[in-house]
């Protein structure tokens, strides 16, 4: 007689693969492999949810720490990956239960296994953020300070992906790596403060000077502000931002049209920290005011999608 293996019950399952060790998942199925597929699917969607929950809790926390309403979490910016190479799922050989007429099958991971798999990749991703992070805070100037935060804060990323997946499978061991996650948000709330005391002063120059209407400085003056920037016309600025467009309208048989250039330096105490140049694609129209209010929006728009993240 056919001995019936104790796991193919929930409750069997449990104490044959304890929650306080295992992560384990049941399914049944028409086929073997049909119901280790189903139980490797259910494995993935837990860790999934949990992964989710363990964010979302973690995000309401810090909203509220100590009151702090910017000192919001990291992960406002950051993918989490619930990808199953961070994990290895083993198997229980599938059971035909003929009672059900289905095959029966149970999916596991061993909580320690599992989070000293992805350990080292933890230990990688704290050094490389905790050194880029104290590369930024060495710098004098409040733009490369900036700049550096957020260069750093790029290499959480890697960091998160394991972190939030570490601590839904394992949350008492991934305890030691808080400490990580705290000064990562603490990092917003130290971006954030730099950026309020850059007390920047936006200047047109070159050939073509930029008329108040044209919107580009206005445009340029909106995203500094975004980034928490002081944006002034006074005599008091620790920030100049030149901005210069070259655009030479060209008259064709039916048509003018004209090859946009963008240029902006951005000097902090009489050294320039950020220079961007950009050759816009031809701006075209039946008159020359339809080229220049065609090429305003085009510069507006690079301002805002390409300027910005390229520099900061």
Known sequence: MVQIPKWITNQGSLEIFPDSVYISQLAYG???????EKASANISEYIKSSVVSSTTSSYLYKKSLNGVV?????????????DNNLYK?????????????????VAYINKDQ???????????????FSLGYEKALSKDSLLDKIIEIKNARKLLVEFYEVYDFARAINPTKAKVYEEVDLIANQSIVKANEL?????????????TKLADDSGVIAELSNQFSKLGFVVGTSTKYNCLALVEVKSVINQTSKTFETYPELFIRIIEK??????YTKKLSKVAG???ETVVRRTNLKLIEDIR????????
């Open 195 to 207: 950026a309020r005391q850059v007390l920047i002063k936006i200047m047109s120059q070159g050939d």
């Open 286 to 288: 039946f008159d020359k």
């Open 270 to 275: 009489g050294e320039e920290k950020i220079s």
């Open 30 to 36: 028409n086929t073997a492999q049909e119901s280790k």
């Open 305 to 312: 999608t390409s300027f910005i993240n390229v520099c900061f």
């Open 89 to 105: 799922i083993e198997y229980t050989n599938p059971f035909y239960y003929s009672d059900l007429g289905q095959f029966v099958c």
């Open 114 to 128: 599992a989070f000293n798999f992805v350990k080292p990749k933890l230990e990688n991703a704290k050094q490389n």
């Open 70 to 82: 910017e000192n919001t979490t990291v992960k406002e910016d950051i993918s989490i990956s619930t």
